[in-house]
């Protein structure tokens, strides 16, 4: 009997025994031999860019009517209306330049447009409130109302918070190259004249000017060439109202280009002229022979023709490379009408003003203007091209 009894208690003890020993098996960790892991390769970081545009208009003339076309009752002036129509394309920009071939010497000789300009400080107003930044001063009108003149057009300018190149005000002014810091990229501008109408600039002031003088640009344009990611060149410069540069422009331009201006921004042919891509090794340079006008009061629909130029520059701002992304432009015309009695003036986009006509939602222009609307937009498309 005790031995059944040994064995029961045995019996029992080993079945308690193996259910704690499975229970305390089922809630152990089973041990996992270590491996190395892969290793992701490490995740690529896009470069850096940093994108810029800079817009550019023709030229910007200040003929009679114009003048007396912003006259007010009161004795002041208003051109608001000149660029009211493309303001959105001047200021899509980080940066838009354009030529003023005025002086604005003050009112005490009159207001007078060509052959001796000579305009109200009410267009500095203008231009600023446009959406324009800089103003070219170095051209063929620069001293048409004298040395003094041309100072205060600088002051008004200035005034206006609006940068001037191409002129200067003292020596060591001249010595300063225009470089502009837009979102890390640094842009450099210079600007040169073939000439003041005979005018001569004073003995004593002889940095006053930026003559287009080819030893002199290349000069500067090494000077500079380090200082800056773009280089912008400003030429007064070629044939009044021919479509085409001459020989001698072409050469200066690619020797300009080579020597590391990365544009060439054209203008006093009061006319567009051609533009062309300059490939030197791996550098892409434009070059536009001239924009036209911008707004004047000339006669003919090609002195009436101008564009607003758009060009895309991007940075790696690792390794400091900028490329020219696209060069696009929309041809513009300088637009002249009645109104209460007066004539009033506006520049308007041109494929923008043709839709309108045909939707019936422009004010001014109506069905019999689309001839004309058309004709400029195939002239500037068959003289520019295509965009790049």
């Known amino acids: 009997m005790k031995r059944w009894f040994l064995v029961l208690v045995l019996l029992v003890a080993g079945m308690v025994a193996a259910c704690f020993i499975y229970s305390w098996q089922a809630g152990e960790e089973v041990p996992v031999v270590s491996q190395s892991k ?10 850096r860019t940093s994108t810029i545009v800079l817009t550019a208009a023709g030229d910007c003339l200040m ?6 076309s912003g006259k007010q009752r009161e004795g002041s002036y208003d051109f608001s209306s000149f660029f009211r129509e493309v303001k959105p394309l001047l200021q899509e920009g980080d940066y838009t330049s354009t030529t003023f071939e005025a002086p604005m010497a003050g009112p005490e000789s009159g207001f007078t ?10 267009i500095a107003d203008t231009f600023k409130e446009a959406g324009f930044d800089l103003i070219v001063t170095s051209n063929n009108h620069a ?3 004298g040395y003094r003149g041309a100072l205060r057009t600088l002051e008004v300018l200035r005034s206006r918070g609006l940068d001037t190149v191409g002129t200067y005000s003292s020596e060591e002014e001249s010595r300063k190259f225009l470089i502009k810091d837009i979102k890390g990229v640094k842009v450099g501008y210079l600007a040169y004249s073939y000439g003041t109408n005979g005018i001569p600039v004073p003995e004593e002031h002889p940095y006053f000017f930026n003559f287009l003088d080819r030893e002199k640009i290349l000069t500067d344009i090494q000077a500079i060439r380090s200082e800056v990611d773009v280089l912008m060149l400003v ?3 070629g044939v009044e109202y021919s479509p085409r540069p001459t020989q001698e422009q072409v050469m200066l331009a690619h020797e300009f280009i080579k020597a590391g201006a990365d544009v060439i921004l054209g203008s006093h042919p009061h006319v567009i002229q051609t533009m062309e891509i300059v490939n030197i090794g791996e550098r892409t340079g434009y070059v536009i022979y001239s924009m036209g006008n ?5 006669r003919g629909q090609e002195r009436n023709s101008g564009i607003v130029l758009r060009l895309q520059f991007t940075k790696d701002m690792s390794t400091g490379i ?3 992304d696209s060069v696009t432009y929309t041809p513009t015309y300088s637009h002249s009408y009645s ?3 007066k004539v009033q003036f506006r520049v308007v986009p041109v494929e923008e003003t043709i839709k309108k006509i045909q939707n019936g939602q422009e004010p001014v222009m109506n069905q019999t203007d689309l001839p004309l609307l058309q004709n400029v937009l195939r002239d500037t498309q068959s003289r520019l091209g295509q965009p790049y």
């Open 235 to 237: 030429l007064h410069w």
């Open 294 to 298: 911008f707004i004047s009061h000339q």
């Open 322 to 324: 900028t490329v020219l």
């Open 38 to 47: 892969r290793e992701d390769p490490p995740e690529r970081i896009a470069p």
């Open 339 to 341: 109104q209460d009695g």
């Open 143 to 145: 001293l048409d109302r």
């Open 63 to 68: 003929h009679n009517t114009q003048i007396w």
């Open 113 to 122: 447009g060509y052959p001796a300009f000579n305009s109200p400080d009410e």
